[in-house]
C-alpha cells in the first residue's frame, strides 16, 4: 500500500476517535473555553515530541500557514463541540467531514493538482457516502438542530482550508511535525484568551479532565500524519480518506451512545469502504 494512503488511514482513526470522544464527553457539560485550553495541553507537547523524534523542528517561511491554520483549528473544533450538544454525532460529523471537497477543490484551482477518472470517481463516491451517511441532519427541526447543523457547515469550511494551508506550508519548506506544533502555538494564542473571558474553571479530575487531554493527543497525532502523507502524495487523493473518519465515528457512537444505524447510513459506509479502496488503488 503505498505511504500516502497509510498515513491518510492512521490520521483517519485518531480523527475518528477524536470526534467520538467531543460527543461522549458531553454528559461531563463540557464548556468550550476550557476544554480547547486543556486539549492544547496536550495537543502541544505531543506535536514537539512527534516534531523532535522526526527531526522535524526546522524553522520555515511556511510554518506561519501553520499558525494560521492554529486560528482556523480552534474555530472549527469549538465549533464542533457546540454543535455537537444539540445533534448526534452519526449524522453531524459526516457534514463537518465534506470538508475534503472544499479542500480538492481549492488545491486543484489553485496549486494544480491533477484529477483523472478514476481519482474523481472516487472523490465522487467518497461525496456521497458523506451525504448519504449524514443525511438526516438536513431534515431537522427545531432551533437547536438548525444551530447545529450551521456549526457543522462552518467547520467544514474551515477545516478545506487548513487543508489548504497545509498543503501550502510543505510547498515553502515546511516540515510535517514542525507545521502540527506551529498550528498548536496558533490554538494556544486563541484558547488562553478565549477561556478566560468565559470566565469558566479549568477542569481538575474527571472526564471533563481526561477527554481533552486525549483528544490532544489523538488530533496532533492526527495532523501530523496527515501533513507526512501530504509529502507522499496530492491533497485530492489524502483529504478525502481522512475525513472518512466519520464512518469509524458513526461506528463507535452507535456500540457505546446507541445511536441509531439506518440503511441510508449502512449505504453511506458502503461508498466510503468502496471510495478508501479506489484511493488505494488508483
Known amino acids: 500500500m503505498p505511504p500516502e494512503i497509510i498515513f491518510a488511514l492512521l490520521s ?3 480523527l475518528g476517535t477524536s470526534d467520538f470522544l467531543y460527543k461522549w464527553g458531553q ?3 463540557l464548556r468550550g473555553g476550557p476544554f480547547m485550553l486543556v486539549q492544547n495541553f496536550a495537543y502541544m507537547p505531543t506535536a514537539f515530541l512527534l ?3 522526526r527531526s522535524d523542528l526546522i524553522w520555515s517561511l511556511g510554518l506561519w500557514f501553520g499558525l494560521l491554520n492554529g486560528v482556523l483549528a480552534f474555530t472549527a473544533f469549538l465549533f464542533i463541540l457546540l454543535a455537537l450538544r444539540h445533534g448526534e454525532a452519526v449524522s453531524l460529523i459526516p457534514i463537518v467531514r465534506l470538508n475534503f471537497a472544499i479542500t480538492a477543490l481549492l488545491t486543484i484551482t489553485l496549486i494544480g493538482e491533477e484529477v483523472n477518472l478514476i481519482k474523481g470517481l472516487a472523490l ?5 457516502a458523506v451525504l448519504v451517511g449524514g443525511g438526516r441532519i438536513f431534515s431537522g427541526q427545531g432551533q437547536g438542530q438548525r444551530r447545529s447543523l450551521f456549526l457543522a457547515v462552518a467547520a467544514m469550511f474551515l477545516f478545506g482550508f487548513i487543508g489548504l494551508f497545509i498543503k501550502l506550508g510543505l510547498g515553502m519548506g ?3 511535525a514542525a507545521m502540527t ?3 498548536s502555538i496558533g490554538v494556544f494564542c486563541m484558547a488562553l484568551p478565549f477561556s478566560i473571558y468565559s470566565g469558566d474553571s479549568l477542569p481538575r479530575r474527571g472526564g471533563a479532565l ?7 493527543v489523538l488530533t496532533s497525532s492526527s495532523y501530523v500524519s496527515l501533513s507526512v502523507g501530504f509529502t507522499y502524495g496530492d491533497a485530492v487523493v489524502i483529504a478525502p480518506i481522512v475525513q472518512l473518519s466519520f464512518v469509524l465515528t458513526g461506528a463507535l457512537a452507535i456500540i457505546f451512545l446507541g445511536e441509531r444505524l439506518s440503511v441510508r447510513k449502512s449505504l453511506g459506509v458502503v461508498f466510503a469502504v468502496v ?3 479506489i484511493f488505494a488503488t488508483a
Open 12 to 14: 483517519m482513526c485518531f
Open 124 to 128: 465522487l463516491l467518497a461525496g456521497s
Open 51 to 53: 516534531a523532535y523524534f
Open 275 to 277: 471510495s478508501i479502496f
Open 27 to 29: 454528559k461531563w457539560d
Open 174 to 176: 515546511a516540515t510535517p
Open 181 to 183: 506544533l506551529a498550528q
Open 210 to 216: 481526561w477527554v481533552p487531554l486525549i483528544c490532544g
